[in-house]
Nanobody, 124 residues
């Protein structure tokens, strides 16, 4: 089992950057693929980015490609989401999620563990 805690959210102007972190408890972090999702007010939770257990492969939702970078440090039990060139439409609560196994998914119902979320607000 793994527990996840996100941090790094905040208020930023359009064009700015933020780095989100997700710290995982437990000694089996490397056995999980990790994903980032977001949920804006009145909208469903949507996939943002994901990474395999060893960091060898990543995948991004089209609207964040070239602006966001997902990475992980298994020695620190942490996954990151570097967000650059932020836009007002990136405003949402961002969640990290863990999926047991080597490979990631873009479907939120295939992740068994979730953090509490961190708010990202981008002003225009």
């Amino acid at each position: 089992q793994v527990q996840l805690v996100e941090s790094g959210g905040g208020l930023v102007q359009a064009g700015g950057s933020l780095r989100l972190s997700c710290a995982a408890s437990g000694r089996t972090f490397s056995m999980y693929a990790m994903g980032w999702f977001r949920q804006a007010p009145g909208k469903e939770r949507e996939f943002v980015a994901a990474i395999t257990w060893n960091g060898a492969s990543t995948y991004y939702e089209d609207s964040v490609k070239g602006r966001f970078t997902i990475s992980r440090d298994n020695a620190k039990n942490t996954v990151y989401l570097q967000m650059n060139s932020l836009k007002p439409e990136d405003t949402a609560v961002y969640y990290c999620a863990a999926r047991r196994g080597n490979y990631y998914s873009t479907k939120n119902n295939e992740y068994g563990y979730w953090g509490q979320g961190t708010q990202v607000t981008v002003s225009s």
